[in-house]
């Protein structure tokens, strides 16, 4: 079975600094395209980073460009997003997802996706 499982969100103050952990099973990170969503209440789901198989190669949104980076550790089989200068408008639930068609889009289908971690950056 694969499985994403996403860890590593909680409360942090605007300025404040997080890593998210996507761990995976059954799947092989390193063949994948990974991809990290977030979702806002009562906002759509927007991209993150989404990043091209063994990690060649990321497409950032442009809200996170200089704030936020991925990274993959092959040896764990599990992607992280280092999210620093957090802002209020970062607030929402993120998740990990994957798929074994290579590329960096944000805009298409990910056959994988895990159960999302709460980000909330308040005062």
């Known amino acids: 079975q694969l499985q994403l499982a996403e860890s590593g969100g909680g409360t942090v103050q605007p300025g404040g600094s997080l890593r998210l952990s996507c761990a995976a099973s059954?799947?092989?990170?390193?063949?994948?395209?990974i991809a990290w969503f977030r979702q806002a209440p009562g906002k759509e789901r927007e991209g993150v980073v989404c990043?091209?198989?063994?990690?060649?190669?990321?497409t950032y949104a442009d809200f996170v460009k200089g704030r936020f980076t991925f990274s993959l550790d092959n040896a764990k089989n599990t992607v992280y997003l280092q999210m620093n200068n957090l802002k209020r408008e970062d607030t929402g639930v993120y998740y990990c997802?994957?798929?074994?068609?290579?590329?960096?889009?944000?805009?298409?289908?990910?056959?994988?996706r895990g159960q999302g971690t709460l980000v909330s950056v308040s005062s």
């Open positions: 997802a994957a798929d074994p068609l290579g590329g960096s889009s944000c805009e298409r289908h990910f056959e994988v």
């Open positions: 059954g799947l092989i990170l390193e063949y994948y395209a």
């Open positions: 990043i091209n198989t063994s990690g060649a190669g990321a």
